[in-house]
């Protein structure tokens, strides 16, 4: 099983459809979880912390599930400016890199 | 933009060549990690540096090194060069010495090796 598995894209949405991102992680002791965004040929940039008791930023909204060892990113009334690819990344403890998903990619068609 | 700043943005080489790509981090981030990206995958981190030392490394063979500079900058260093490391190596800045801080990405350097 791979350490951080990340639903296969391509997701194609129309704007202002809402869309999920489903993550699973492999290892229990993971203590960190992100969702990073990539544009194309770009570097990544984190767009948000997931934390236990899930969080929301706008029209973006994280939740951690530890006992099944997932992770959502649900995203409300796309824009045509989230067209991008989605990483999921976990971490361990502080003495463990990051772990990078292989990336969902979204398009959000007008 | 992050202040992450790395050269060169593209670089060609031949198999067996070294390489080394460079990266300056963010003002008041002592911290560097090299990533390697494949097409078609995330980011697999590489190594990192902490105050000049190496902080952790990834599963990567020895014929990758690097060094990190009194002012945080660093460098990433690939011998004996392989189809294989045709990639995005991507360089981040953090604060602080854990592995799992938030990482601040440069634009990274795409290396073809023919």
């Known amino acids: 099983r791979k350490e951080v598995e990340q639903d296969p894209g391509p997701f194609n949405v129309p704007e202002g459809a809402t869309v999920a991102f489903n993550c699973t992680y492999s290892n229990s002791a993971s203590q960190s979880f992100f969702w990073y965004r990539q544009d194309c040929r770009k570097e990544p940039k984190l767009l948000m912390s997931v934390y236990s008791s899930g969080n929301e930023d706008g029209r973006f909204t994280a939740q951690l599930n530890r006992a099944s060892q997932y992770i959502s990113l649900l995203i409300r009334d796309s824009k045509l400016s989230d067209s991008a690819t989605y990483l999921c990344v976990v971490g361990g403890s502080g003495n463990t890199p990051l772990v990078f998903g292989k990336g969902t990619r979204l398009s959000v068609i007008a | 933009e992050t202040g992450v700043t790395q050269s060169p943005t593209h670089l060609i080489k031949t198999r067996g060549q070294q390489v080394t790509l460079r990266c300056s981090s963010q003002s008041g981030h002592n911290t560097v990690s090299w990533y390697q990206q494949a097409l078609g995958q995330g980011p697999q981190f590489i190594f990192q540096?902490?105050?000049?030392?190496?902080?952790g490394r990834g599963n990567f063979p020895p014929r990758f090194s690097g060094l990190q500079f009194p002012n945080y900058s660093s460098e990433l260093n690939v011998n004996a060069l392989e189809l294989d490391d045709s990639a995005l190596y991507l360089c981040?800045?953090?604060?602080?010495?854990?592995?799992?801080?938030?990482?601040?990405f440069g634009p990274g350097t795409r290396l073809t090796v023919l």
């Open positions: 540096y902490y105050r000049e030392e190496e902080n």
């Open positions: 981040a800045s953090s604060l602080g010495q854990g592995l799992v801080n938030e990482q601040f």
